[in-house]
C-alpha cells in the first residue's frame, strides 16, 4: 500500500508477551454475560493509561475507548466482545479458570486481550495516526444481548463512527491463517419458546384429559417440514428444539409442555418465514389435538453476519499483506451467530476469523469444557487488526473508489444484503453469486461462538 507501511510484527513481537498475559489474566478471571465488572475494570484501566477517552458502562458493562489521532482519517471503530461461557474448563494450566462453572471457551478473553493492545499500540503513534481509533468493549455477545444496548446507548456517535471492524478467533484454522468473507458470514439467530397447553390427568385415562405431550411431540415432528417443503432448496435454514420440558411421572398427564430451540438463516425472507409460519403452525398442530399452543421469541436473536464486499476486500488486502496471499481464504459459511451483526447493519465494515487450532490438529471446539486456544494466534489477529485500523483510517479515497464499483453487499443494509440471495441475479450486476447462498456452502463442522 506504501512504502511507509509500519512494520507490524515487529510490533507484534514487541507486545505478544503482554498479550499473551493480558489473554491469560483473562482467562483465568471469566465473567458471565452482563457481568462482566472486573474485565471492563481492566479495559477501562488500560484505555485510561494509555491516555484514550473512556466511557464505561456503556449499555450495561460495555467500555468505549476514543484514541483522536493526529492526523486527519476517517473514524473507524474496532469491535471485541468480552464474555464467557457457563461450562467447566478442563484445561489444566496455570492460567485455567478460577471461577467454577465459567470459562473463556469461545476466545473471547483473546478478542478483549487484542483490543486493548490495540488500542495501546496506536496511541503510542498517536502523532502519525491517521483519523480517530473508536474501540468498543461489547458484553454479553454469548445471549446475543451485548451490541443491541450499546447501539442504543450512542456507542457509534460521539465520534460518529463510519466503518467497523473486528475478528473471531477459530480453533477450527490453522494459526497463521485468516477467513475473510464477503456477503453472508454468520447465520441470524432467533431463540424461541412453544408452550403446549392442555388438560392433565391419569396416565390410564387420556381419554379424560388433553394431552400436551402428544401434541408437542406432533408440533416437533412436523415443524421440520417448514424447513424441507416451504423454504427453497437453494436456500439454508436450520430449525431445532433443544429443550422439552414436561411432567413429572410416567403415569401422569401433566396440563403442560414446553419446548425451546432455535431459528438459523442467512436471507432475511428466509428468517421471517420461518418465524411467521412456526408461529401458525404450532397453534395450528396442537388445535389439531385438542391443545393450545402458542410460540414466542423470547431469547437473543440478531440478523446474519454481512459483510459489504468493499470492505471485505480491504481486510483481505491488509491481511494478505501482512501474512502472505498463501494465508488468507474466504472459508465458509457457519451457521453460528454473532450480534457483532447488528454493528454491521448499522455501519459497513468487516467481520472477519483468525485461527488459534492446535498444532497437534486436535479438536478444541468452541463452546466446550475441553476448549483450548493456540496462543501463537494471537499476535496474528494484533497483525491484521493493526493494519485494517491503520490503513482504513487513511485510505478513505481506497473506499471511495472501491465502492464506485457494484457492489454486491453494502453497509448499512444487513438483512436486505443477505434477502439478496433470494433475487436471481443478473450476470453483469453479480458475476459471482456468494457461496453461502446454496446449502453446498455448509460445512457441518464449523461453528464459532453462539
Ligand atoms: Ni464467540
Redesign the pocket.
Known sequence: MSKTRPEWSEEAIRHADDLLALRRDFHRHPELSHQERRTAEIIAERLHAAKLEVRTGVGGTGVVGVLHGDRPGRTVAWRA?IDALPLTELLEAPFASGTPGVMHA???DG?TAVGITLAEILAARRAELPGTAVFLFQPA??VLGGARPMIEAGALENPHVEEIYGL?FTTQQRVGQVQVRPGPSMASADAFTVEVRGTGGHGAMPHLSIDPITAAANILLGMQSLVSREIPAQETAVLTVGQIVAGTKGNILPDRAVMRGTIRAFDAGVRDHLITRLGAFVSHVAQAYRAEAEMRLDGGSCPAVVNPAPESAFVRECASRELGDEAVTEGRVVM?S?DMSLFLRERPGCYFRVGIGSASGAARP?HAPEFEMNEAGLPVGLRVGLAASWWKARRSRWATSTRSGAARWRGRSGPRAAARCSSRPTPAARPTRPASCGPRAMSSGDS???
Open positions: 466482545d469461545c476466545g473471547h478478542h455477545e454469548e473471531h453460528a454473532d468452541h464459532t461462538c453462539w
